[in-house]
């Protein structure tokens, strides 16, 4: 996943992951894992761009 200079795109890239019916990587099927991290890696660069890391960055403290 890219990180994003504005938030339409990152929520461009993460809708079009949360609507396609099949998502290969390296020609196998992604696993759950994988999509959680993509996601994940999304949110994040949203919250960066809104000002808001303190949401990711609180939870990693509690790990």
């Not at 999304?42 to 403290?61: F, P, Q, T, W």
Request: charged share 30%; aromatic share 6%; no cysteine.
């Amino acid at each position: 996943m890219n990180e994003y200079d504005n938030v339409r795109d990152a929520l461009s890239e993460l809708i079009e992951l949360a609507e396609a019916s099949e998502i290969t990587t390296g020609g196998r099927s992604t696993s759950v894992e994988d999509l959680q991290e993509l996601f994940q890696e999304g949110l994040y660069n949203i919250a960066d761009l809104l000002g808001m890391s303190d949401l990711y960055l609180e939870n990693k403290k509690e790990e």
